[in-house]
């Protein structure tokens, strides 16, 4: 392979993706681009088709897309210097290059006349789409203004590409900068086995400490750093764990103070160049809320329906506070609230949850809600035998392989999953990569690395390629990884991103799958979290990792009961997010010079629990904000505008059956399959018969 990172074989070929390739690769990708467009640009006018038009621009993408995927990809989950080097070399040129495909004018001046010919007004629903989406999307990025503001535009979007990437590294390396090394067993008191385990393994994997006197190595990664804040008896542990979070992107080589008010500003004048008042304005303009405004007022109306019940939880946890240490009530302290909680929680439901942690092996929790997608999708969900490192070079990758062969992954940890139709009709295939690394970033995710097709005229259907990420509980040794419930959901919640891709039924790629707008697109993700709830979904991957024995009623009765514990504070959590993304971005973008963590603690005063130590602003690792020129910058919101979607939409599994094969197939046909074909409310009144109830979303969440 000359260009392996452009092979459009569907099996990757993981091993041949090396730095060195990166530059002359997306050098070519870049070329063949420029070329497909400048075909586009040079038609008749006169004899402009859908087909020359809007599916020829798709495919002249389709190279650079997949290979700068790629790359990207390798840069979240194997990040290397020499990796980080060749991406960094290469990212100016293609966010160049993508900045200027909608401010030139000669690809302007194609698709405005296709649009509005004889021939575009005659195509059929979902093509017409495909089409104003085309003109909204050239419009929204440019292709209207003039040149010296073209050229000010991309300007702006390669500098917010740079800062973006380095606020991610800066992110990734302050978090793998940081560790605890404790030899003092008595601070891991109250902590689970799993936790200490961890800690075990990790210093060991260091060279630290011996069989007889044994080090424990503490990582600011989710599951070291949940368990210790949860569980930790230790003050001291938890408050150093704590300090060490607050230093994620915040002084010294890694500080993203800076960065952030630059992001900012970048943002707003882009915002402004394009005709709007502020960023948030922007970025909404083709998604369900519309205006900055919209959504900031269906996050404060939220806030003003919690705010009761979230006074009263606070106060009623820091009461229990002071009765248990026999002191007046007042305001904990930040590394304590998560511990109190979870102490209280336990009291007063005779719940914990590392009593679920055995139900939750990761294999079993993956064959259950593979079979939860069989039976309600009406799919099968196989593994194909994988393989890594020197092996890789034996593997076949071509795409008529065999169900025996062997498919490359870019780790030893990955596995790798075929969808198919229960008539055999492949849909597609991805990756699973579900536990942590330093070299990886943190969260979880859902990406697209090929974009598969149901194929039109006489093309045959092209199968989805995608891929699910997580950093959950590793695995000790030889036993397997056992998982929070919360972990259970992060996976849960991918898969749903997975299946409304893998499933995606559009015949035009730009419509299809997740390309959707990105307050919809969180209702299939969030629905399916929905599962790791009920009874008969739960039984399907819920069974005990020795035994094999569900749920005990007894244990499953607890864990509903204490679902809501704390609603107010959960709740709230989420809406201050959203509430500090949505004023930073529309209110105070150009505030660059003033205190970063004095403002947003003031934004977001009434959403946060007070605390007696103040400790400084998330914005400086909130990556889902700033790691990216886009992400979910003025966006945040959205979880919770998807979750009223989805905490509706769940009513009907409920009430015809959660495991109801019909409803399913409904679900499938009428949300997962249609990608962007149809505007969201369309098609979600089409699955419910009618519009969202906002009341559905607080009484699941026990606040209604």
Not at 94 to 104: D, E, G, H, K, P
Not at 185 to 213: H, I
Not at 510 to 534: H, I, K, Y
Not at 552 to 576: C, D, N, T, W
Request: charged fraction near 25%; glycine fraction near 6%; charge should be negative.
């Amino acid at each position: 392979m000359s260009h392996p990172f452009l092979d459009r074989s569907f099996h990757v070929r993981w091993s041949a993706l090396t730095p060195d390739r990166v530059e002359p690769d997306i050098t070519e990708a870049l070329a063949r681009a420029d070329r497909a467009l400048a075909a586009i640009a040079s038609q008749d006018r006169v004899s402009l088709t859908f087909e020359s038009v809007v599916l020829a621009f798709d495919a002249a993408m389709q190279d650079l897309h997949q290979a700068w995927g790629l790359v990207t990809h390798l840069d979240a989950v194997c990040n290397s210097p020499e990796l980080r080097r060749a991406h960094n070399t290469m990212l100016p040129l293609v966010s160049t290059f993508l900045a200027r495909v909608s401010l030139r004018a000669d690809l302007w001046d194609v698709v405005l006349a296709y649009s509005t010919s004889d021939a575009a007004r005659t195509l059929d629903p979902v093509q017409r789409r495909a089409v104003d989406e085309l003109v909204a999307s050239f419009k929204q990025q440019g292709a209207e203004l003039p040149l010296e503001k073209k050229a000010r535009l991309e300007h702006l979007e390669a500098e917010l590409s740079r800062v973006t990437q380095k606020y991610s590294e800066n992110v990734l390396d302050s978090t793998n900068a940081w560790e605890l090394i404790v030899d003092d067993e008595s601070w891991l008191v109250g902590l689970p086995q799993a936790a200490v385990d961890g800690a075990r393994a990790e210093a060991q994997a260091k060279g630290l400490g011996t069989v007889d006197a044994p080090s424990y190595r503490f990582r600011l990664k989710a599951p070291s750093y949940l368990a210790v804040m949860d569980y930790a008896a230790s003050d001291s542990l938890r408050k150093q764990m704590w300090e060490g979070i607050t230093t994620v992107g915040r002084g010294g080589t890694y500080d993203n103070t800076e960065l952030v008010w630059q992001i900012l500003r970048l943002r707003h004048e882009k915002a402004q160049l394009l005709g709007k008042a502020n960023f948030a304005d922007y970025i909404l303009e083709r998604r369900m809320a519309k205006t900055g405004a919209t959504a900031l007022a269906f996050v404060e109306d939220l806030h003003a329906k919690t705010k009761d019940a979230f006074d009263r939880e606070v106060a009623s946890l820091e009461q229990y506070a002071a009765e248990k240490e026999g002191r007046p009530r007042h305001e904990l302290q930040p590394w304590e609230i998560a511990w109190w909680m979870e102490r209280r929680r336990k009291e007063q439901y005779d719940f914990d949850e590392e009593a679920l942690r055995p139900y939750y092996s990761v294999n079993r929790v993956l064959a259950g809600m593979f079979q939860l997608a069989e039976r309600l999708f009406d799919v099968t969900i196989t593994e194909r035998p994988s393989v890594f490192g020197a092996a890789a070079s034996d593997a076949v990758s071509g795409a008529a392989s065999s169900a025996l062969t062997p498919v490359e992954v870019w780790h030893a940890t990955v596995k790798f999953y075929e969808v198919r139709d229960s008539d055999g009709t492949h849909r597609g295939s991805f990756f699973a990569d579900w536990h942590p690394r330093d070299a990886k970033r943190s969260g979880g995710w859902m990406n697209v690395l090929k974009m598969g097709s149901p194929g039109i005229g006489p093309c045959e259907r092209q199968p989805h390629l995608a891929l699910i990420c997580g950093n959950m509980t590793s695995p000790v040794g030889d036993a397997e990884a056992l998982l929070t419930h919360y972990e259970v959901r992060v996976i849960f919640h991918e898969f749903g991103h997975l299946l409304h891709q893998i499933l995606g039924d559009v015949e035009v790629p730009s419509l299809n799958g997740t390309r959707v707008a990105w307050d919809f697109v969180e209702l299939p993700s969030q629905l399916m979290e929905n599962f790791c709830w009920d009874r008969d979904s739960l039984d399907l991957f819920a069974k005990h990792h020795q035994t094999g024995d569900c749920i005990p009623e007894e244990l499953f009765a607890k864990m509903i009961a204490a679902r809501h514990y704390m609603g107010g504070v959960a709740m709230m959590r989420q809406l201050s997010q959203g509430k500090l993304d949505l004023e930073l971005h529309m209110h105070h973008a150009a505030d660059e010079g003033t205190d970063l963590d004095q403002l947003t603690r003031s934004l977001v005063r009434d959403y946060i629990v007070p605390t007696q130590t103040l400790g400084p602003t998330m914005a400086r690792r909130f990556s889902h904000l700033f790691s990216r020129p886009v992400g979910y910058a003025a966006s945040y919101y959205s979880y919770k505008w998807a979750e009223v979607l989805d905490a509706d939409a769940f009513t009907r599994f409920q009430r015809e059956g959660v495991l109801n094969p019909a409803v399913g197939r409904a679900y499938r046909d009428t949300i997962l399959s249609r990608g962007n074909s149809a505007a969201p409310e369309s098609l979600f009144r089409e699955f419910m018969g009618r519009d969202p109830d906002p009341q559905a979303l607080l009484v699941r969440a026990g606040l209604a």
